[in-house]
């Protein structure tokens, strides 16, 4: 079944089991990407604008959703702590990647957590790295609320104003994502770039190069 048939389907769904769609939509993108909980989110907006749901109710549904996931990772990685994570994550992500992660958490603290949802790629890490990297819970989850809310209003609120043209929003979605995962990538090269000249001058320094 391709995908406009599969929301066609769910035209035809009462509220009540579209609300608990939309909930399991948002909290297993978190928990299990890269399924496409961000689409269904949009599409929950579109609903909204027909009347099918309230535009209220959709929103905060889908930003508690995401908010628990990013949790549910949060205490996941501060049980596993950083090797069990690093064990753990190992046959989906590579060591340099959770490294970085791990760098970014570690230097930006919170920051990152309120970036978090506009991080694509990287959302998962970040929430396993702020649980074995000791952020306190209560600000976590505060910030997790706040970067869901900022991201699912942007989502819903394009859903419900575009209306039959809401999937736009899914390739602007999918435009900015790419643009993020290239960013990222960028930013990893100039890390790597900046160690090893720290690296080199040091050694230099320390008379080990010419």
Do not use: K
């Not at 909930?23 to 909980?37: I, M, Q, R, S, Y």
């Not at 309230?54 to 949060?74: D, K």
């Not at 390739?171 to 994502?177: K, M, V």
């Amino acid at each position: 079944m391709d995908p406009a048939q599969l929301y066609e389907r769910f035209l035809e769904l009462p509220p009540g089991l579209l609300y608990a769609l939309l909930f399991a939509a948002a909290l297993l993108e978190n928990l299990l990407p890269p399924l496409p909980g961000d689409s269904v989110v949009v599409f929950g907006g579109y609903l909204a604008g027909l009347g099918r749901l309230s535009l209220p109710l959709t929103f905060a549904l889908v930003t508690l959703a995401s908010g628990c996931g990013f949790m549910a990772y949060y205490a996941i990685g501060r049980r596993l702590g950083r090797s069990g994570v690093h064990a753990w994550l190992g046959r989906w992500v590579t060591p340099e990647a959770l490294e970085r992660g791990e760098t970014w958490v570690r230097r930006h603290g919170l920051w990152m957590v309120l970036a978090n949802r506009m991080l694509t790629g990287a959302r998962s890490v970040i929430s396993l790295v702020a649980g074995f990297a000791g952020l306190r819970a209560v600000p976590v989850a505060v910030l997790a609320l706040l970067s869901a809310a900022v991201w699912n209003a942007a989502l819903v609120g394009g859903g419900y104003l575009i209306g039959e043209e809401w999937q736009r929003v899914l390739r602007w979605l999918t435009a900015y994502e790419r643009a993020v995962l290239i960013g990222l990538g960028l930013l990893a090269v100039v890390l790597v770039m900046r160690g090893w000249r720290r690296r080199v001058r040091a050694a230099r320094s320390a008379g080990n190069l010419p």
